[in-house]
């Protein structure tokens, strides 16, 4: 299983950026999966997930109604769209996937939102 970020990068605050988590190693389309975020000094932190078919969303309630969670399970590529984007939103952020009960993580992509 390969889970690779991209995307991130330096962003003013109100900005946006998209986020994209390539996959392989795994039957995609079968597999719910999430984005995850650690802030500098902080835990990791559970952001969005989305479901095998993307007919199910949920996200963390410190990003609902800024971030969109979406696939292209013909493409094997699960997106975080983030909009309005607020300082506190500076972390890793990470793509992560549960196959035959083992947890797998992306190397992870840095956002940082400053002015």
């Known amino acids: 299983v390969q889970l690779v970020e991209s995307g991130g990068g330096l962003v003013q605050p109100g900005g946006s950026l998209r986020l994209s988590c390539a996959a392989s190693g795994f039957t995609f389309s079968t597999a719910g999966m999430s984005w995850y975020r650690q802030p500098p000094g902080k835990g990791r932190e559970w952001v969005a997930l989305?479901?095998?078919?993307?007919?199910?969303?949920h996200y963390a309630d410190s990003v609902n109604g800024r971030f969109t969670i979406s696939r292209d399970n013909a493409k094997n590529t699960v997106y975080l769209q983030m909009n309005s984007l607020k300082p506190e939103d500076t972390a890793v952020y990470y793509c992560?996937?549960?196959?035959?009960?083992?947890?797998?993580w992306g190397q992870g992509t840095q956002v940082t939102v400053s002015s």
């Open positions: 992560t996937v549960r196959v035959r009960s083992n947890d797998y």
């Open positions: 989305i479901s095998s078919a993307g007919n199910f969303l």
